[in-house]
């Protein structure tokens, strides 16, 4: 059974951060560009940051640039996002899935509250 399971949110102040952990089983993703989507209370799932396969290429949506760092780790079958300068916009359940991603592997995501 293919699982991507999330980890590492967590209630953090302003300014603050966090590093979320994508661990994958199952299968290896290391062929498939990866992504980091989150989805805010009321809104719609949304695409945070992507990596290619081989980390020649990441991405990210502009409220998050010179913020966020996606990285990954093919031997491990990791992929983590780096969460710096947090702001309550931010808060939202986190997802790792393949970019663009498939429906079979979205898993639990992680919650991150961003408050003082």
């Known amino acids: 059974q293919v699982q991507l399971v999330e980890s590492g949110g967590g209630l953090v102040q302003p300014g603050g951060s966090l590093r979320l952990s994508c661990a994958a089983s199952?299968?290896?993703?290391?062929?498939?560009?990866m992504g980091w989507f989150r989805q805010a209370p009321g809104k719609e799932r949304e695409f945070v940051a992507g990596i290619s396969w081989n980390s020649a290429w990441a991405g990210y949506v502009g409220s998050v640039k010179g913020r966020f760092t996606i990285s990954r780790d093919n031997a491990k079958n990791t992929v983590d996002l780096q969460m710096n300068s947090l702001k309550p916009e931010d808060t939202a359940v986190y997802y790792c899935?393949?970019?663009?991603?498939?429906?079979?592997?979205w898993g639990q995501g992680t919650q991150v509250t961003v408050s003082s």
């Open positions: 199952g299968r290896t993703f290391s062929d498939y560009a």
């Open positions: 899935n393949t970019n663009p991603p498939q429906g079979d592997f």
